[in-house]
């Protein structure tokens, strides 16, 4: 028997009429009860299976083989296909598409694969990761199975939906959920947000804050009239001539930034200041990095899928600007978010 302190013997008692059955340790179990777990925590932290079992080795004096850990991380595989498979709520006011990619060696080449992620907020302001998929060729044939699978597990209606303006991506939205209103964006939780951090790119460090503060008022504006006359006035003032490149990045964005201003304050307040999603994949991707690459689909999605289950556990309380977006949810689509509410 494998414990948390080393190897220990059992003797078993046996009888011919079989009527003994051990209570603490069942028959034929080779690992106490929790080893498992510690190996899983570890694998969700990012380490490989030899260094799990360098860690093992090293604090308990334990021989785990590479084999031993692959096979007990594989559990995980059916508890993601019933995770993948299981009921949603019927309606999400706010969903947030993204994806990330990830190296995955198949038929002896090391591939790029994109993995994509739902992360859904339901009517009380809640978070739930809807949904993992791991695809090499994305079209509007993948995002429309992405979308029929949502419906089929029981998703009704989609109120707003942020997507990172991947082709295909808002079409396949609209076909399985033709009331849903589709924000298209650069990759990031909003374009403003998002189109910030880039241009900083383009800026020395001693003037990053002065220019960030001449920023926020093109993606703080009114509307989008407002929003444009406030990229003339920074790219006429001192900022915009030293850094040219800012006010030509936001003009070829500047189609995508558009339908963001058609929302009340707090709706935008909720979509760029909560960041799920960025945080979210900073997480996915710090576990990757130390990975390099995965030797197959399966160990990539084991590995994604234990730092979601983890995330998810984190999230204990709703952003706390969802009191004041979820009374401009109401204003904006009515009876579809009040009915969500009851």
């Known amino acids: 028997m494998i414990t948390d302190t080393g190897k220990i013997e059992l003797e ?16 034929y179990q080779r690992r106490f009860p929790g080893f498992d777990d510690k190996i899983i925590s570890m694998y969700a932290r990012g380490m490989t299976t030899r260094e799990i079992t360098a860690h093992l080795r090293e604090l308990y004096g334990i021989d785990a083989s590479p084999d031993l850990i692959s096979a007990v991380t594989d559990a995980v595989l059916e508890e993601i296909a019933a995770w993948q498979a299981r009921p949603l709520e019927p309606v999400y006011p706010l969903v947030f598409f993204d994806a990330l990619r990830v190296k995955i060696r198949d038929e002896g080449l090391v591939r790029n694969k994109a993995v994509h992620v739902a992360l859904g907020v339901r009517p009380d302001g809640s978070k739930e990761i809807l949904g993992l998929w791991l695809e090499q060729n994305e079209g509007a044939k993948f995002w429309l199975r992405v979308m029929t699978e949502l419906k089929n597990r029981g998703v009704e209606d989609i109120l707003l939906a942020v997507v990172d303006g991947l082709k295909g991506f808002p079409e396949a939205i609209r076909a399985a959920f033709p009331e849903a209103t589709v924000q298209t964006c650069i990759p990031g939780s909003s374009p403003g947000t998002h189109l910030l951090r880039h241009s900083l790119d383009f800026v020395s460090y001693k003037d990053r804050k002065a220019v960030a503060a001449a920023l926020k008022d093109i993606y703080r504006a009114v509307d989008a009239t407002a929003g444009e006359a406030a990229l003339e006035a920074f790219d006429a003032g001192p900022w915009g001539r030293k850094y040219q490149a ?14 963001f201003y058609a929302f009340p304050a707090d709706v935008r307040r909720i979509l760029y200041t909560t960041n799920a999603i960025e945080a979210l994949n900073a997480k996915l991707r710090r576990a990757v990095r130390t990975r390099g690459h995965f030797p197959t689909d399966e160990a990539a999605m084991k590995l994604l899928f234990l730092v979601l289950n983890r995330s998810e556990k984190e999230w204990t309380m709703p952003p706390r600007e969802w009191c004041m977006a979820k009374a401009q949810f109401a204003v904006l689509f009515g009876e579809r978010f009040t009915r969500a509410m009851a």
């Open 12 to 27: 078993v008692p046996r009888d011919r009429q079989s009527t003994f059955d051990p209570q603490l340790i069942a028959k």
């Open 246 to 259: 800012i006010g030509q990045s936001w003009r070829r964005a500047w189609g995508e930034v558009v339908p």
